[in-house]
C-alpha cells in the first residue's frame, strides 16, 4: 500500500508515499485512487483517503490536502478542512500533533519533509512548473517560520516521472535556460528533432541542494513506468483513457502522548 523512506524513519514522524493499490476504486482509477479532483465515486475517494489517514495513526477528518494549482505557495495547517475545500496552494506544513498533511500527483514530484528535532513536517507537489518558481524554497522558509532548521531538514523525493519517460518541446527547454544556462545538464537527447528528454528529480535535487536543505533522498520510482503501483497522467494522454487516478503521499507528527 505504500512506500517508506528510512531517511524518514524519525523519532514521532510517520509518513507514506502510497501506491494505488490498497484501495476500493475500480476499473481506471484501481484501487487507492485519492484525488478528489478526479471523475471517481466520491464515496470510494474519501474511503481510500481515510485508509491512507488511519495508517498514518490520524482520524480521517485530520488529514489535508490543499487545492493544487501548480504554484509555489504554501499553507500552514493548524486546523483541517474537509476534503476538496482545501486552500489554493501546492504545500503544506505543520507543527501540530495529530494532524497530517498531504499531497496527491500523478507524474509531478512529492516531496515529504521533515525536521525531527523542531517537530515540524511539510508536503509538496512539484511539477515542472512548481518546482522551476520555487514551491521547494518557499516550502523549506515555511518550516522555518514554525521554528524548523533547514539545514536539519531532510527533503524526500516520492515515486516522479522519470527523465527517460518525460519528453518536452523546445519551448519548455527554452525556459529553462533562459532562466540558467547551466540547467542545460538536466536535459538529455530525444529521439524526436528539437526535443529533449527532462529529468524533474535531478532539478528538484539541484533545487533542494542550492536552498540549503539539510538532506535530499531520491527514492528513484518512475510513475510512467510502473503501472502496477503508480498512475500516471502522461501515461494515460497515451493510451487514450478518460481520467486517471490519484496518489497521496503524506506525513504526520505523531501525538505526545504516543
Given amino acids: 500500500m505504500k512506500i517508506t523512506a528510512d531517511a524518514l524513519d ?3 514522524i510517520r509518513h507514506g508515499f502510497y ?3 490498497g ?4 476499473g481506471i482509477y484501481a484501487s487507492l485512487n485519492c484525488g478528489v479532483g478526479s471523475s ?17 495513526g490520524v482520524a480521517p477528518d485530520r488529514l489535508a490536502t490543499p487545492y493544487q494549482v501548480h504554484s509555489p505557495d504554501v499553507v500552514v495547517v493548524d486546523e483541517v478542512w474537509p476534503a476538496g475545500e482545501g486552500p489554493r496552494a501546492d504545500a503544506v506544513v505543520t507543527a501540530r500533533p495529530g494532524l497530517a498533511v498531504g499531497v496527491g500527483t500523478a507524474d509531478c514530484g512529492p516531496l515529504l519533509f521533515a525536521d525531527a528535532e523542531a517537530r515540524v513536517v511539510g508536503a509538496a507537489h512539484a511539477g515542472w512548473r512548481g518546482a522551476f518558481t520555487g514551491v521547494l524554497e518557499a516550502t523549506l522558509a515555511a518550516m522555518e517560520g514554525l521554528g524548523a532548521d533547514r539545514g536539519r531538514i531532510t527533503v524526500v523525493l516520492g515515486p516522479t516521472i522519470s527523465a527517460a519517460s518525460y519528453e518536452v518541446g523546445p519551448e519548455f527547454v527554452a ?3 533562459e532562466a540558467d544556462t547551466t540547467n542545460q545538464r538536466f536535459f538529455a537527447p ?3 528533432e528539437r526535443h529533449r528528454q527532462f ?9 533542494a541542494a542550492a536552498a540549503g536543505a539539510g538532506r535530499f533522498v531520491d527514492l528513484g520510482l518512475c510513475t510512467y513506468a510502473d503501472p502496477a503501483r503508480f498512475y500516471s497522467y502522461r501515461r494515460m494522454t497515451h493510451q487514450g483513457e478518460a481520467d486517471y487516478g490519484r496518489l497521496l503521499h503524506a506525513i504526520a507528527l505523531a501525538d505526545e502522548e504516543t
Fill in 199 to 207: 529529468d524533474l528529480p535531478a532539478y528538484l535535487g539541484h533545487r
Fill in 10 to 12: 524519525l523519532p514521532g
Fill in 23 to 26: 484501495g476500493v476504486s475500480d
Fill in 190 to 192: 530525444s529521439e524526436r
Fill in 40 to 56: 471517481d465515486e466520491r464515496t470510494r475517494i474519501l474511503e481510500n483517503r481515510a485508509r491512507v489517514a488511519r495508517d498514518l
Fill in 19 to 21: 501506491t494505488r493499490q
Fill in 175 to 177: 525556459r529553462f535556460l
